[in-house]
Nanobody, 130 residues
Framework: QVQLVESGGGLVQAGGSLRLSCAASGRTLNQYTLGWFRQAPGKEREFVLGITISAGVTTTYTDDSVKGRFTISRDNAKNTVYLQMNSLKSEDTAVYYC?????????????????????WGQGTQVTVSS
């Protein structure tokens, strides 16, 4: 079992920045796929950013809507993955979730599909005021 806990959400003005954290505990995984998703009221959960870790190689996947503004990084010592969000816009307002897939995949459609993931955090609210 893996537990994921997100933190770092809050209220920020448009143009501002936030850094979300996703702390993992439980099983130790050397290979995995981790995704950040978001869900705005009345909308489906959508992919934001993802990484795959396999044989020491990290590959990052970024949705076009956040390219150039959001980045993902990780601190192995803390078992934590971060989502750095810059130049925030009102349309970025949503609940943000991190999710873990214990199997590594390089298939874009699977990385972007919420149902492909095995574990989810509880979510953290990000509100961007215009």
């Amino acid at each position: 079992q893996v537990q994921l806990v997100e933190s770092g959400g809050g209220l920020v003005q448009a143009g501002g920045s936030l850094r979300l954290s996703c702390a993992a505990s439980g099983r130790t995984l050397n290979q995995y796929t981790l995704g950040w998703f978001r869900q705005a009221p009345g909308k489906e959960r959508e992919f934001v950013l993802g990484i795959t870790i396999s044989a020491g190689v990290t590959t990052t996947y970024t949705d076009d809507s956040v390219k150039g503004r959001f980045t993902i990084s990780r601190d192995n010592a803390k078992n934590t993955v971060y989502l750095q969000m810059n130049s925030l816009k009102s349309e970025d307002t949503a609940v943000y979730y991190c999710a873990l897939k214990t199997i590594v995949t390089q298939t874009i459609t699977k990385i972007r599909t919420p149902n492909e993931y095995d574990y989810w955090g509880q979510g953290t609210q990000v509100t961007v005021s215009s």
